[in-house]
């Protein structure tokens, strides 16, 4: 019934365990990337769905049988992925990837208590080279957009040296209206370079002559030290974060809660009662209330009139993206004080769709929790070849940190003349030159061994090394 994939001489070999959110997308994404990819899956109708869609040999079975295992030739894979929903076969299975020789094991588990940085048991222990935490890996990240600005998505790249700025492009901006050569040219003093630009559900190709336009996303590239001046001309104001609502007492919101309430003032709505009497056990620093998050009034009793930023983190996407509307217009500063500052949402949601769309509609960021893991696990995966890789929240494209090898095809002209080469698929964010990391223009040349900040398609990752390498 379903297909069977024989491995291509010289591509490393995956073998996937589980077809559920994060198996999916990783599956997905590895096949693009050029990998061998083999999935062992139970459950008939995820493997209904993969069959005609995805170019990876699919195996119906149990990923605890060693017979499974046979059949995929185990012993022939580079790389084990154990992302089943069964945090215990996960962690059994990276065992049994080692008694097969599988070089490298990456197991999703839930519980913390199972954690390289402070857990009962590491890595290690388990016979994993990575233990990936989707829940964890969602929490922290929402932290850091709170933590950053507020809302307005900073993406840290090359150790933090250079950044990617999310601006959310009003009628009053100065940069409102004006293509994007004319940017350029209005502001040639400050080194940045714009690297995406999203509009509705469609991430724009950049040109000269794209003229920007109210409701745009801009995602704009700059050293650090610049960023604060990048923000000042394109009329982003900073604020100070006081006061955080979250709405969901689940993994995630729970841990966001601990992570936030030591710094600001934390609320948390939960609608099931047993759960609020254990958070208000659990959470010291944050007050608990039982209600519907999704009700105008519980919103308002709580005090929504008076937060900076809402969080929705409820297993239901509807009710986290209604939520966060709700929530937007009933923050909305404008709406008392017109000199006050717009309160911001962010909103957790399981479907890849949703992730742009939900911005479209009027949230500041929608993050999807097997994304995020994916990601975590792809740069792993990756950092052999790649020095960094980050995803940018709301358009289809990542920023990847590589080196120029002597005599790669980007070392033989400037960037103008590689702007036909690349397609309008990937583009050169940064170049790092004499111990600094200089904003690529036009007349920049790559050198053999500089390191490179890209930014390209998720689907033209696998491209990379044939512009790179020699």
């Keep these: 019934m379903f297909k069977k994939q024989k491995h291509k001489k010289g591509v490393e070999s995956v073998l996937v365990l589980g077809l559920g959110g994060i198996g999916s997308y990783l599956a997905k994404r590895l096949v693009h990337e050029g990998y061998a990819v083999t999935v062992i899956e139970n459950n008939r109708e995820p493997l209904r769905q993969a069959d005609g869609n995805l170019d990876a040999r699919l195996i119906k079975g149990d990923a605890m049988s060693v017979a499974c295992w046979q059949e995929a030739d185990a012993r022939k894979m580079d790389l084990l992925l154990a992302v089943t929903d069964n945090d215990a076969v996960n962690m059994v299975a990276s065992m049994i990837g080692h008694r097969f020789g599988i070089r490298r094991k ?97 991430t724009l190709t950049l040109q000269g002559n794209l003229e920007i336009l109210p409701q745009d996303q801009i995602f704009i590239m700059a050293r650090r030290e610049d960023v604060p001046q990048l923000m000042q001309m394109a009329g982003v104001e900073k604020h100070t974060l006081h006061r955080v609502m979250i709405l969901g007492g689940g993994l995630v919101g729970r841990r966001v809660a601990e992570l936030l309430g030591k710094s600001v003032k934390v609320k948390l709505i939960e609608r099931d009662a047993r759960t609020c009497d254990e958070l208000s056990d659990h959470l010291r620093h944050a007050e608990v209330l039982h209600g519907d998050g999704s009700d105008a009034d519980v919103l308002a009793m709580a005090g929504i009139l008076e937060m900076d930023i ?161």
């Design 106 to 202: 990456i197991a999703r588990v839930r519980s913390l208590e199972f954690d390289d940085r402070d857990g009962s048991f590491s890595s290690r222990d388990l016979r994993t080279d990575l233990l990936i935490h989707p829940e964890e890996v969602a929490a922290q990240e929402i932290h850091r957009l709170v933590a950053r600005t507020a809302g307005n998505d900073v993406i840290e790249i090359a150790d933090g040296q250079c950044q990617v700025v999310t601006i959310p492009v009003q009628a009053s901006s100065p940069i409102a209206h004006r293509t994007l050569a004319e940017v350029a040219q209005l502001y040639s003093g400050l080194p940045f370079r714009m690297v995406a630009c999203a509009r509705g559900i469609r």
């Design 310 to 470: 809402f969080i929705a983190t409820t297993g239901s996407d509807e009710t986290n993206i209604v939520s966060c509307l709700l929530a937007k217009h009933l923050m909305n500063r404008q709406n008392r004080d017109p000199k006050g500052s717009q309160g911001k949402t962010i909103a957790m949601v399981n479907k890849e769709d949703y992730v742009v769309l939900a911005t479209t509609i009027g949230l500041d960021i929608a993050l999807n929790k097997k994304m995020l893991a994916g990601s975590e696990i792809l740069r792993f995966i990756r950092r052999g070849e790649l020095l960094s890789v980050a995803r940018l929240h709301g358009v289809a494209a990542e920023a990847v940190e590589v080196v120029a090898s002597p005599g790669s095809r980007v070392t033989r002209q400037p960037l103008s003349k590689l702007r036909s080469l690349f397609d309008g698929k990937m583009l050169v964010g940064g170049v790092r030159r004499n111990g600094q990391w200089e904003i690529g223009q036009g007349d920049t040349q790559i050198g053999p061994g500089e390191r490179v900040i890209m930014v390209c398609h998720p689907r033209s990752l696998k491209d990379l090394p044939g512009f790179f390498s020699d």
